[in-house]
T-cell receptor, first 113, second 115 residues
Framework: AQSVTQLDSQVPVFEEAPVELRCNYS??????LFWYVQYPNQGLQLLLK??????LVKGINGFEAEFNKSQTSFHLRKPSVHISDTAEYFC???????????FGKGTRLSVIA | DADVTQTPRNRITKTGKRIMLECSQT?????MYWYRQDPGLGLRLIYY???????NKGEISDGYSVSRQAQAKFSLSLESAIPNQTALYFC??????????????FGPGTRLLVL
């Protein structure tokens, strides 16, 4: 079965600094990878996804992620964070259309003014 | 109006009580899911349904049951609530586009406290 590891449970970062949230997945022949964001007191919403094609994926709010098959990673990056990026971020993986997403445990990003 | 709605948004109940959480969607999606979220544990899948006649257990289905009343409605029941079912519950929907796993759309969540 697929699994996802988010290596950091909490990441504090100063405003306007770059950030990287790490995600590793268990290897599979094919994978579909997602990052979701959960703002305080809200449900999850899609940030970006990798289904195929270019390994560098751009999402909303200036975030991007790179699919690295050899390292089984899908790290999320933003070159300059804002206070409004404070949220919990979830990495998720699926290996086919007939298997539900498997979510990581989440990384809480705190942006400090 | 929201595409995925959950009722109630907050619920306090006592140990042993039966409760139902409801989810409705206007997205026209075939697939629906129930998750629970606990601090430090992320989202864990309880049940999922790929169409009206399909119900599947997820990672943590014990103590829960579901009903898919229509394409748009998917209810989660706790037959006899216990305190460790205190959690934030999310409903989600998705549609299988291009034969691969597609985006899930989440409701706002139901915060449940079992005393």
């Amino acid at each position: 079965a697929q699994s996802v590891t988010q290596l950091d449970s909490q990441v504090p970062v100063f405003e306007e600094a770059p950030v990287e949230l790490r995600c590793n997945y268990s290897s599979s022949v094919s994978v579909y990878l997602f990052w979701y964001v959960q703002y305080p007191n809200q449900g999850l919403q899609l940030l970006l996804k990798y289904l195929s094609g270019s390994t560098l994926v751009k999402g909303i709010n200036g975030f991007e992620a790179e699919f690295n098959k050899s390292q089984t990673s899908f790290h999320l990056r933003k070159p300059s964070v804002h206070i409004s990026d404070t949220a919990e971020y979830f990495c998720a993986v699926s290996s086919s259309g007939n298997t539900p997403l498997v979510f990581g445990k989440g990384t809480r990003l705190s942006v400090i003014a | 109006d929201a595409d995925v709605t959950q009722t109630p948004r907050n619920r306090i109940t006592k140990t042993g009580k039966r409760i139902m959480l409801e989810c409705s969607q206007t997205k026209g999606h075939d697939r629906m899911y129930w998750y629970r979220q606990d601090p430090g544990l992320g989202l864990r899948l309880i049940y999922y349904s790929f169409d009206v006649k399909d119900i599947n257990k997820g990672e943590i289905s014990d103590g829960y049951s579901v009903s898919r009343q229509a394409q748009a409605k998917f209810s989660l029941s706790l037959e006899s609530a216990i305190p460790n079912q205190t959690a934030l519950y999310f409903c989600a929907t998705s549609d299988l586009g291009q034969g691969v796993s597609e985006t899930q759309y989440f409701g706002p969540g139901t915060r449940l406290l079992v005393l």
